[in-house]
T-cell receptor
Framework: QQQVKQSPQSLIVQKGGISIINCAYE??????FPWYQQFPGKGPALLIA?????SEKKEGRFTISFNKSAKQFSLHIMDSQPGDSATYFC???????????FGSGTRLLVRP | DAGVIQSPRHEVTEMGQEVTLRCKPI?????LFWYRQTMMRGLELLIY????????DSGMPEDRFSAKMPNASFSTLKIQPSEPRDSAVYFC???FGAGGSYEQYFGPGTRLTVT
């Protein structure tokens, strides 16, 4: 029940296209859902995060969509660029908990 | 700020040797995390410190692994003796607060290869 299931495992998108990565969870107590971006040879870095009291959060070309009833959330990257090529991790945490439960990661390749 | 600093960046050692990984968290952060990343298991939390005190070491795989945080600016992760299955990228991360909603800042990682 503490798992976060992420799909797809890998994704190839043409430049200018929309990249969509999905995550699903079972624990309805989760109250914080961040996305981390990791470039090769680097550590993950926080990209964008959402709480369950909103259904969508947008920062530039990156949008999180949250569906509380379906227990799913997704990352949309609009106008995908080759520089967006990286591995993306969704995560979730319980209220007041220090622990982030990470998804398995999605390797995104944006072709020029 | 220089961010989280880890050393060494790469470590190649032979099975049975002791390995020590080092981490300097961001100044002012009071939470420190050690993670291990592998293709098979993804990102795993090994141990969590708050105010230099180990709070949760349930992710430490076995007694061969130990971690210390002698002060707010330094932590080590030691593997003794090392085994080939310990080969992975080890990340240190720090955050300002103790809750999961505080952004965790990851270091560049140490790529460990045990032959």
């Amino acid at each position: 029940q503490q798992q976060v299931k992420q799909s797809p495992q890998s994704l190839i998108v043409q430049k200018g296209g929309i990249s969509i990565i999905n995550c699903a969870y079972e624990n309805t107590a989760f109250d914080y859902f961040p996305w981390y971006q990791q470039f090769p040879g680097k550590g993950p870095a926080l990209l964008i995060a959402i709480r369950p009291d909103v259904s969508e959060k947008k920062e530039g070309r990156f949008t999180i969509s949250f569906n509380k009833s379906a227990k799913q959330f997704s990352l949309h990257i609009m106008d995908s660029q080759p520089g967006d090529s990286a591995t993306y991790f969704c995560a979730a945490s319980n209220p007041g908990s220090y622990k982030l439960i990470f998804g398995s990661g999605t390797r995104l390749l944006v072709r020029p | 700020d220089a961010g989280v600093i880890q050393s060494p960046r790469h470590e190649v050692t032979e099975m049975g040797q002791e390995v020590t990984l080092r981490c300097k968290p961001i100044s002012g952060h009071n939470s420190l995390f050690w993670y291990r990343q592998t293709m098979m298991r993804g990102l795993e939390l090994l141990i969590y410190f708050n105010n230099n005190v180990p709070i949760d070491d349930s992710g430490m795989p076995e007694d061969r692994f130990s971690a210390k945080m002698p002060n707010a600016s330094f932590s080590t992760l030691k593997i003794q003796p090392s085994e080939p299955r310990d080969s992975a990228v080890y990340f240190c991360a720090s955050s300002f607060g103790a809750g999961g909603s505080y952004e965790q800042y990851f270091g560049p990682g140490t790529r460990l290869t045990v032959t």
